[in-house]
C-alpha cells in the first residue's frame, strides 16, 4: 500500500449523518461537501451520505464535478455565482447558486437561462457579516426573485451562525431571531444550523440544517472531541518508518537543532511533512503512535519527513506503521490545540500526494 495513507470510513460517515438525524429529527439535511469534503475525498463522501435530502459545496467546479460524476441530489453552490456565464453553467447541471447580493438579482432579471434556478437560497446577512442581504431588505429581494423567470418555486431563507460553537453567546439568539421574524413573515424554510448549531442549538434547526464538520466525526467546539457527541473519526492518517538509527548525547536533530539528544537516544524517521499538508506547527508538539504506544514528534516537521522519538520502544523496524491521528487518545482536535489552530484545517490541507483508501468500518 502506498503511504502516506489516509483511510477513509465510509461507515463512521454513515453513522455521524444517523447521529445528525438525531440531534434534529423533524428537519432535512444539506450535507456540506466542499473543499474536497474537508479533505476526506468528495466522492467517497458523497456516495457515504447518499442519504442526505441535498448537498452543498463552495464553488460551481465543485458542483459541475458532482454532476458529471452522476449525482442526483439538489446541489447548492454557496458562494454563489456572479457573471451571465456562471448562471447558465448553474443551469446547464441543475445546480443552486445561493443568492447574497443585489446584483445577482439585477443580473438574474435580464439574462436568459437554459432553464430556471431551482432549490433557491436567499442567503440573509443575520450577523455575521460575511455574505448576504440584510434582514431589513430581504422582503424586497425575495419579491424580486419571486417575480423573475429564471427561478423556479420558493426561494429558501439561509443564514450562518458566527459564534455557534460558543453555545451560550447571546449573539446565536440575536442572528435566530432575525431568521425566525423573517421566516414568520414569509413562511419560508430556514436553512441556518452549521455543526454546532445542529448539537447546541435545537431550535434554530428549522426546516433545514447544514451540518459539516460533525459529518466527519470532528467536534466543531474546543472542548470537546467528537467521541464525547456521538461522532465517529472518519479520517485516520498514516504512515511508515523509513529509517531507524541512533543518536549519541548532545547530538541535534533536524533544521535549526531545535531538539537535542540529552542521553542516548534511538529515533525514526516517517514519511511525511508539511509537504503533505502535516502541519509544521506540530514540531516539537506532537505525539504519534507505534505499535499502540505513543511517541513524541521531535525537531521540525520537514517537507517529506518527521522524526520520532523511539527510546521508549524494545524493538522498532524500519516498516513500521505510524498512525498520525484518528486513533483513541490520538484525535486531530488535540492535535489542533497543540498547533494552535482549528481541526478544519487540519484535515483540508492534507493533500493529493496521501492517498485515499476508502473503507467500511
Not at 423573517?182 to 428549522?206: F, Y
Request: aromatic fraction near 6%; glycine fraction near 8%; charged fraction near 20%.
Amino acid at each position: 500500500m502506498e503511504f502516506p495513507v489516509a483511510f477513509i470510513d465510509s461507515a463512521a460517515l454513515r453513522h455521524n449523518l444517523t447521529q445528525v438525524k438525531q440531534f434534529a429529527p423533524a428537519s432535512r439535511v444539506m450535507s456540506v461537501i466542499k473543499a474536497d469534503a474537508y479533505g476526506h475525498g468528495v466522492l467517497a463522501a458523497a456516495e457515504a451520505l447518499k442519504d442526505s435530502d441535498a448537498f452543498a459545496v463552495a464553488r460551481l467546479k465543485e458542483g459541475v464535478f458532482l454532476r458529471q460524476q452522476g449525482f442526483t441530489h439538489p446541489i447548492v453552490l454557496l458562494e454563489g455565482v456572479n457573471s451571465e456565464q456562471d448562471f447558465v453553467i448553474a443551469s446547464e447541471h441543475n445546480l443552486s447558486p445561493v443568492i447574497h447580493l443585489h446584483s445577482q438579482i439585477q443580473l438574474l432579471q435580464t439574462i436568459n437561462l437554459p432553464k430556471p434556478l431551482q432549490f433557491n437560497w436567499l442567503m440573509v446577512d443575520s450577523g455575521m457579516h460575511r455574505l448576504g442581504i440584510r434582514p431589513e431588505q430581504s422582503l424586497v429581494a425575495l419579491d424580486r426573485l419571486h417575480q423573475c423567470d429564471n427561478i423556479y418555486g420558493e426561494v429558501g431563507l439561509m443564514s450562518h451562525f458566527a459564534n455557534s460553537d460558543l453555545a451560550d453567546d447571546e449573539r446565536n439568539q440575536m442572528q435566530l431571531d432575525h431568521m425566525l421574524a423573517l421566516k414568520n413573515e414569509t413562511g419560508l424554510p430556514v436553512c441556518l444550523s452549521n455543526s454546532a448549531a445542529v448539537i447546541s442549538l435545537p431550535d434554530s434547526h428549522q426546516q433545514w440544517v447544514r451540518p459539516g464538520l460533525m459529518l466527519y466525526g470532528i467536534s466543531p467546539f474546543a472542548d470537546k472531541d467528537g467521541d464525547e457527541l456521538g461522532l465517529k473519526p472518519v479520517m485516520t492518517l498514516k504512515t511508515r518508518l523509513i529509517a531507524v538509527y541512533d543518536l549519541q548525547q548532545g547530538d541535534q536533530v533536524g533544521y535549526g537543532g531545535d531538539w537535542t539528544a540529552d542521553k542516548p537516544t534511538r529515533i525514526g524517521v516517517a514519511s511525511i511533512g508539511y509537504g503533505d499538508g502535516y502541519s509544521r506547527h506540530l514540531s516539537n508538539k506532537a505525539e504519534v503512535i507505534i505499535r499502540d504506544h505513543k511517541a513524541p514528534v521531535i525537531g521540525r516537521v520537514s517537507m517529506d519527513t518527521i522524526c520520532i522519538d523511539l527510546n521508549r520502544f524494545d524493538k522498532v523496524e524500519v516498516g513500521d506503521e505510524v498512525t498520525l491521528w484518528g486513533e483513541s487518545g490520538l484525535s486531530v482536535e488535540q492535535l489542533a490545540k497543540l498547533a494552535g489552530t482549528i481541526p478544519y484545517e487540519l484535515v483540508t490541507v492534507i493533500c493529493q500526494r496521501v492517498h485515499r483508501e476508502v473503507i467500511n468500518g
